[in-house]
């Protein structure tokens, strides 16, 4: 058992612990209180699970800001009568 682990503050933020445990190799970081109390664990696999979902998360509100600009993008199309008050698609390419 090694004496001095590496440890985290309980405020730590997530890119801070993942950049720890990728640059040390580690698989497993104690969670302490500032007084120094252990109030936890955090290891390599909750983090993958916690970024993904995070990531999933961001990816989901991105496609759905797509959707909604494109929705909006077709209906004003639609209340204007084409593309851009063009009567002819082609003309946008002149």
């Known amino acids: 058992m090694n004496p001095s682990p590496y440890t985290i503050s309980y405020q730590a933020r997530l890119p ?20 120094g109390i252990v109030v936890g664990i ?28 494109n929705r909006r993008l077709r209906r004003n199309r639609r209340k204007r009568g084409g593309y851009s008050g063009f009567s002819n698609p082609q003309d946008l390419m002149a």
């Open 42 to 69: 955090i290891t390599r696999h909750d983090l993958t699970h916690e970024r993904l979902h995070e990531l999933r998360h961001q990816k989901k509100i991105r496609e759905r800001a797509t959707q909604r600009a």
């Open 16 to 35: 801070q612990v993942f950049n720890l445990f990728r640059t040390m190799g580690l698989r497993h970081l104690p969670i302490m209180q500032d007084s």
